[in-house]
T-cell receptor, first 109, second 116 residues
Framework: GQNIDQPTEMTATEGAIVQINCTYQ??????LFWYQQHAGEAPTFLSY??LDGLEEKGRFSSFLSRSKGYSYLLLKELQMKDSASYLC??????????WGAGTKLIIKP | GAVVSQHPSWVICKSGTSVKIECRSL??????MFWYRQFPKQSLMLMAT?????????EQGVEKDKFLINHASLTLSTLTVTSAHPEDSSFYIC????????????FGQGTRLTVV
């Protein structure tokens, strides 16, 4: 079956760096997305990776290894507003999005 | 990014009544729309996938006669919660994307439904 795994919850300190991991097993693969969701709001797009490697976008970076079925989202210089859930989603061979359960990130002062 | 407009943002209805939620893609043609439900402190749960012009595909455990989905055009999909009950109270979110392309899904603002 198709499956996405990511940690349920992580805690980090303001100003620090945190890495949120995601592993996936899908029928075919057409890319991996990361979304941010604040409580009570709709998810917002952060990144899309389809090739191996690291893509940097300001304080946020996303990494993909297709051979390992693995991705991570790296958040630098953490701010209190980064407290949110981070959702990993993989696009399978039918271009269907398979969602992870989300990682709740708690930032402490 | 593209804009998906979801309406209403919140609604309170009496138990036994029906509620319709609209999801519109404003500046692109959404060949595929997804409807999600999210209970407090839980992740998104996919309810159904609808492709324009065809019947929606419902996830296991989702009652298709209770959650009616219509995707009659490339810019509009509706979700109707029929005979709503308090346990249907939740945050409903739609998202839209162009099928068969490596593009992100764009989300509506969500609808907070409270059934009293």
């Amino acid at each position: 079956g198709q499956n996405i795994d990511q940690p349920t919850e992580m805690t980090a300190t303001e100003g620090a760096i945190v890495q949120i991991n995601c592993t996936y097993q899908t029928s075919g693969f057409n890319g991996l997305f990361w979304y941010q969701q604040h409580a009570g709001e709709a998810p917002t797009f952060l990144s899309y990776n389809v090739l191996d490697g690291l893509e940097e976008k300001g304080r946020f970076s996303s990494f993909l290894s297709r051979s390992k079925g693995y991705s991570y989202l790296l958040l630098k210089e953490l701010q209190m507003k980064d407290s949110a859930s981070y959702l990993c989603a993989a696009l399978d061979s039918n271009y269907q999005l398979i969602w992870g359960a989300g990682t709740k990130l708690i930032i402490k002062p | 990014g593209a804009v998906v407009s979801q309406h209403p943002s919140w609604v309170i209805c009496k138990s036994g009544t029906s509620v319709k939620i609209e999801c519109r893609s404003l500046d692109f043609q959404a060949t595929t729309m997804f409807w999600y439900r999210q209970f407090p402190k839980q992740s998104l749960m996919l309810m159904a996938t609808s492709n324009e012009g065809s019947k929606a595909t419902y996830e296991q455990g989702v009652e298709k006669d209770k959650f009616l989905i219509n995707h009659a055009s490339l810019t509009l999909s509706t979700l109707t919660v029929t005979s709503a009950h308090p346990e249907d109270s939740s945050f409903y979110i739609c998202s839209a994307r162009v099928r068969d392309m490596n593009t992100e899904a764009f989300f509506g603002q969500g609808t907070r439904l409270t059934v009293v």
